[in-house]
């Protein structure tokens, strides 16, 4: 495979689950797996779940393979959704205040920084969104006050459902006037969705639905970036035969595979 048509793979847990019995386990066994198969991966962060995981975490926390980032606090959406789930009708989800949002986001920086001695300049917004942070350049603000620099936040399409295209790529929010901060979309499916679509225990039919999403971003020189979450992973697949398979793959299609934070470091501008 040519370097013109490598292409990008990037994993990010959501870790926000507030049951210790959960976490650990998950944090363990995503260790194992990321360092056979060693593919680097995202952990972003709940603070009320670092919290409870500090000293699981810190072991983690200066791991050359991981990269920690932030969740919000308390899980607060950055901005309401109305999901348009053909399974289960139309719900509302309703996001947080601007005070909110700035408070969620500096405590759980500041318990980064403090617990496990990190320094956050990436973001995950609960739920995920239609466009991102597109139209709400109030909340670019906030984030960028605080210290964040990328954000994966664009994770619904217009339905405030999935999938979402492989057409949306990483862009800056430099309209908005924050040249210097980057927006990387969540692709295809979050694992929640499309594992209640096809069935917890359909592993196949689950990677079925996301194996497509990683050739194409092999062939055409795209950036593919997954969803999964701590509570999910580890749901009628103890062993996470569902996520090692997908890092195998990867290895396979010899894309590259970053960090979030590395991504932002190779195309950052200004």
């Known amino acids: 495979m040519s370097e013109a048509t490598r292409g990008t793979f990037m994993i990010g ?36 779940t670092i919290e409870k ?47 909110q949002i700035r408070d969620e986001v500096r405590r759980t920086n500041e318990l980064l920084q403090e617990a496990l001695g990190v320094t956050c300049t990436g973001l995950t917004g609960p739920y995920a969104y239609y466009r991102g942070l597109m139209d709400r350049p109030d909340i670019l603000e906030i984030l960028w006050d605080e210290g964040i620099r990328f954000t994966r936040t664009w994770g619904r399409n217009e339905r405030d459902w999935q999938p ?5 790529q990483p862009f800056f929010y430099a309209l908005q006037g924050f040249p210097g901060l980057l927006e990387v979309p969540l692709h295809g499916w979050q694992d929640i969705s499309l594992r209640k679509t096809v069935g917890w225990e359909n592993h196949q039919g689950f990677l079925d639905g996301i194996y497509p999403y990683m050739a194409r971003a092999a062939e055409e020189d795209l950036v593919f970036s997954y969803c999964t979450h701590d509570h999910s992973s580890r749901r009628e697949d103890p062993e996470m035969g569902i996520t090692r398979a997908l890092l195998q793959r990867a290895r396979e299609l010899e894309i590259e595979t970053p960090t979030y934070a590395d991504y932002y470091a190779q195309v950052r501008v200004g």
Not at 90 to 95: E, I, Y
Not at 164 to 168: D, H, K, S, T
């Open 13 to 48: 847990y959501d870790v926000e689950s507030g049951n210790p019995d959960v976490t650990r386990p998950f944090l363990s066994r995503a260790q194992q797996i990321h360092e056979e198969t060693g593919v680097p991966a995202t952990f972003f962060l709940c603070g009320r």
């Open 53 to 99: 995981n500090v000293e699981a975490l810190r072991p983690l926390a200066a791991h050359p393979l991981f990269s920690f980032q932030q969740h919000t606090y308390n899980h607060v959406l950055l901005k309401t959704v109305c999901i348009e789930d053909p399974q289960e009708g139309m719900r509302l989800f309703r996001g947080g205040t601007l005070e």
């Open 164 to 168: 979402v295209p492989l057409e949306i």
